[in-house]
């Protein structure tokens, strides 16, 4: 089955889509993303959205499950990159991404994700996890 790809930087977790959604995938992104946050201790999640020129109501969900989920485990869930006609179409359906923080693009969103988290970008490979 095809995959997201996941990238590890420091005490994130970068996700980029470069393909287009469909249910399964998405689903088989929530359940990797939970697991490497949970295995690697990861405090967030930056994913990018860019490539998307779609997002219909179950995606738009469950990029607002991933983020409620990775809040339990402790980490913050920023989404980049959203084009004007998908945050058109989310809103005309209703779907508010609660709990998620959004920035323009990756480099935005590693700036508020080390703005949340009080680190410095010379510091994103020595966090002590433990906190």
Known sequence: MERIPIIKMGPFLLVTIQVDMHDR?????QEDLTELVSATGARGVLIDISSLDMVDSYIGR????IAS???LMNAYTVVVGMQPA???TMVELGISLQGVM???????GMDLLRATLMISPDQDHGIDREE
């Open 102 to 108: 959004t920035a323009l693009n990756v480099e935005k």
């Open 69 to 71: 989920i990775t809040s």
């Open 25 to 29: 995938l998405v689903m088989a992104l």
């Open 62 to 65: 469950m990029l607002g499950g």
């Open 86 to 88: 998908v945050a058109i």
